[in-house]
């Protein structure tokens, strides 16, 4: 949910031009996944969460937690959360921001 939440706040700021510039391959892209991510969030898990029993949910809840620690390892999640964090804050600009150039 955190990578979807911060794809639907932002604008992309090309490294050479404002945000209201030519749709760019990387805006495309973006904006594929952005409507990709929102596809599955509201459409696919919600049609799964509604066929799925209550104790499959926490099965498979416990299933994630403890291939997270097991494998990936602990804080690695977090620390991935972090970087999208310090990227977003060094590449995206929110939408109450202005765009260098909008001026």
């Not at 990578?3 to 090309?14: A, D, G, L, N």
């Not at 973006?30 to 799964?48: G, Q």
Request: hydrophobic share 30%; with cysteine; charged share 35%.
């Amino acid at each position: 949910m955190h990578f979807q939440q911060t794809m639907s706040q932002v604008h992309y700021r090309p490294m050479s031009r404002c945000c209201q510039c030519k749709i760019t391959k990387e805006h495309w892209y973006a904006r594929l996944l952005r409507d990709h991510i929102e596809k599955e969030n509201n459409v696919l898990f919600v049609m799964s969460e509604r066929q799925l029993p209550p104790e499959e949910h926490t099965r498979l809840l416990e299933g994630f937690e403890r291939i997270e620690q097991e494998r990936i390892g602990p804080g690695v999640h977090e620390r991935y959360h972090a970087m999208l964090d310090r990227l977003r804050d060094e590449y995206l600009v929110t939408s109450e921001e202005e765009c260098i150039g909008d001026k």
